[in-house]
């Protein structure tokens, strides 16, 4: 029997608060499943299982706070059925109408497989929750793969039919075992929903009595309040932290965008409304690279000695509207074309703001970007996250009097900061990072 504990999720959280299970008792799992969600001191985050089996017992309530690695839930391992894959096509090299009708794919956008109903835990869940049957319905994503608004969609349409009763997967099969009318049974779960010891009894013969649960109370939810406090605590103590332990130096430089800026608005002017970029794609992907080609700046600093990264791992800073940040990953950024890139950083911001990350994706970043151009700074210099070693800032995109192959004009430039660790760098790494990104932005057709 294999435990299911609280993950870490970022290097300043300590303990965590299980919010709600999205599995019960029986049903079966695979890795990269949505099985809980798990609120930390910055946000609300869907927690994935790593193994694959079936879920044995829940040992934590929703509304417990437990600390990082503690067992939430006992799972019995079972073999990892392969998932089909279409055979690999050795393809030439990419075109862009290839890449626009990939990137529409991605975008659920493509050829929809008919007699698919693949959905996560959370998909089961909502579709639960609603009362409604997911087999008959097609899904509108990648490849035919249900999503959330599919979901959503035929609840909205099965609110004006007879409600279906409510009742876990679990109640369900029990009742068709033991030939027990749904309709009839009085519910005890969340919202009168029907369980499986209700099933149990009220089906004929003698009543298996409940089996106790041995979980603890659940507690107060925290308010706002408490939140926000508890927020800026785990900031304070990851930066102060950050400030203690970590010798930083800091360097500068000013990036002509008069390049990146005509390419991205011709870019835009030729691309469908959903595709268009922003600068921020630029100077992200642009620092992705440059982390790719300067090794020394991804990775980590742990137990007096530098890590690199297993890829580049972006982390983006995203400011919060209730105050304080999060800094979700973008993973593998250096290898994402720029629309798909775009399509993840504004999928992320949304999540993050509304509180429903995952927990790959607030983990496992190797270099973090902050980019307060939308704030209206110049320049920014950062500080570092534990234990990466370095951050790279981006500023406002300004108009300045340049002098250009001896000639003064006005052109468009971006002041680029680096916050590194002297103990894994020194300043030369350091400018020939920033140097690399410079480099790459006067290439954006490139990137």
Not at 18 to 37: I, M, N, R, S, T
Not at 86 to 107: G, I, M, N, S, V
Not at 108 to 117: D, I, L
Request: net charge negative; aromatic share 2%.
């Amino acid at each position: 029997m294999t435990e299911f504990t609280m993950p870490s999720l970022g290097a300043d959280m300590d303990a965590g608060t299980l919010q709600e299970w999205l599995v019960q008792p029986g049903d079966e799992v695979h890795k990269g499943d949505l099985v809980a969600v798990v609120e930390t001191a910055k946000s609300t985050i869907e927690v994935e299982c790593f193994e694959t089996g079936t879920v044995r017992k829940l040992l934590v309530a929703p509304g417990t706070t437990v600390p990082v690695g503690t067992a939430l839930a006992l799972i019995e391992p079972g073999a990892e059925k392969p998932r089909k894959r279409e055979p690999l096509k050795k393809e030439p090299r990419d075109t862009a109408p290839q890449r626009h009708e990939r990137h529409r794919e991605a975008e659920g956008e493509g050829p929809v497989q008919p007699g698919r109903t693949e959905a996560g835990p959370l998909l089961r869940h909502l579709a639960e929750r609603a009362g409604i049957a997911l087999e008959p319905l097609e899904g509108s994503g990648p490849r035919g793969r249900l999503t959330r608004a599919d979901v959503e969609q035929a609840a909205a349409g099965a609110a004006a039919r007879p409600p279906r009763v409510r009742a876990t997967p679990l109640a369900r099969r029990l009742a068709a075992e033991l030939d027990v009318d749904l309709a009839s049974v009085t519910g005890t779960g969340t919202g009168g929903a029907v369980r499986a010891v209700d099933v149990r009894t009220a089906a004929p013969g003698p009543a298996t009595p409940p089996s106790p649960r041995h979980v603890a109370p659940a507690p107060a939810r925290p308010s706002s309040e408490d939140r926000t406090a508890a927020m800026r605590r785990a900031i304070a103590n990851l930066m102060t932290r950050s400030h203690q332990e970590i010798p930083h130096y800091y360097l500068s430089t000013t990036v002509d965008m008069a390049t990146a800026m005509d390419w991205l608005h011709e870019h835009n002017r030729r691309a469908p409304v959903g595709e268009r970029l922003l600068p921020a794609a630029l100077l992200l992907k642009a620092a992705a690279l440059a982390a790719h080609e300067v090794p020394e700046l991804n990775g980590f600093w742990t137990e007096d000695h530098f890590t690199p990264g297993d890829g580049v791992h972006l982390g983006v800073a995203v400011s919060l509207r209730g105050g304080g940040l999060v800094a979700p990953t973008l993973h593998n950024a250096d290898a994402l074309e720029l629309p798909l890139l775009m399509a993840a950083l504004k999928d992320l911001v949304t999540r993050a703001r509304t509180g429903r990350l995952r927990g790959s994706e607030v983990s496992g970043s190797t270099l973090t970007v902050t980019n307060l151009g939308d704030q209206g700074v110049e320049t920014v210099f950062g500080v570092i996250y534990p234990p990466q070693v370095a951050l790279v800032g981006f500023g406002r995109l300004i108009d300045r009097p340049c002098a250009v192959d001896g000639l003064l004009g006005v052109r468009p430039v971006v002041t680029a900061t680096l916050s590194a660790d002297h103990r894994a760098t020194d300043g030369a790494v350091g400018a020939r990072y920033l140097t690399a990104v410079d480099r790459l932005l006067q290439k954006p057709e490139e990137l």
